[in-house]
Nanobody
Framework: QLRLVELGGGLVQPGGSLRLSCAAS????????MSWYRQAPGKERDLVAT????????NYADSVWGRFTISRDNAENTVYLQMRSLKPEDTAVYYC???????????WGQGTQVTVSS
């Protein structure tokens, strides 16, 4: 079983930057894709960015494209989300997610609050 722990959330001013990290512990060999999701109050949990463990292929939601960068350090079993040019609408709880294959399985972190406000 995989455990995911997010760190790095906090309060940041509009236009500022913040970096989130997600450390995976446990058996990580079957992880195919690591992702960041976010959920604002009263809204659904939306996909922000994904990165494949083996190839490092990335994908981004339109809302964060060009501003956020997802990366991974496989040696440390850690995924990062570098957020730049933050906007108030980026305010949400950000969740780390891991998707495994053979068999498929999904794991979620506990979430970390990101608040973008003056």
């Amino acid at each position: 079983q995989l455990r995911l722990v997010e760190l790095g959330g906090g309060l940041v001013q509009p236009g500022g930057s913040l970096r989130l990290s997600c450390a995976a512990s446990g058996f990580t060999s079957n992880v195919h894709v690591m992702s960041w999701y976010r959920q604002a109050p009263g809204k659904e949990r939306d996909l922000v960015a994904t990165i494949t463990r083996i190839t490092g292929t990335t994908n981004y939601a339109d809302s964060v494209w060009g501003r956020f960068t997802i990366s991974r350090d496989n040696a440390e079993n850690t995924v990062y989300l570098q957020m730049r040019s933050l906007k108030p609408e980026d305010t949400a709880v950000y969740y780390c997610h891991a998707h495994e294959l053979n068999p498929p399985a999904d794991y979620w972190g506990q979430g970390t609050q990101v608040t973008v406000s003056s």
